[in-house]
């Protein structure tokens, strides 16, 4: 069956860095679109970045310039480096695959950013 396990949260202080992992397994990242999604506190489910099979990448404005998503193919990981951290950043993070008619999520690793 297919999983998604991401890590890399924690605490770090504004203007840290934080690399995301996102671990999966029953299916092969390589050919679809992946995202990173964060949701906050009464906040909806936004998406940060995401990635298609072509590579090709968007980004929302508020992580423009500072993160970066990528996958390594042999590691069927997908990744998102954060740097400059701000407060808003706090959330907890969500990896994502879109396969066909089917999303498939990760359980979440929580970023939490202090001022």
């Known amino acids: 069956q297919v999983k998604l396990v991401e890590s890399g949260g924690g605490l770090v202080q504004a203007g840290g860095s934080l690399r995301l992992s996102c671990a999966a397994s029953g299916i092969d990242v390589s050919f679809y679109r992946l995202g990173w999604y964060r949701q906050a506190p009464g906040k909806q489910r936004e998406l940060v970045s995401s990635i298609a099979s072509g590579r090709s990448t968007t980004y929302a404005d508020s992580g423009k310039g500072r993160f970066t998503i990528s996958r390594d193919n042999a590691k069927n990981t997908v990744y998102l480096q954060m740097n400059s951290l701000k407060p808003e950043d706090t959330a907890v993070y969500y990896c994502?695959?879109?396969?066909?008619?089917?999303?498939?999520w990760g359980q979440g690793t929580q970023v939490t950013v202090s001022s």
């Open positions: 994502n695959v879109h396969y066909y008619l089917t999303n498939y």
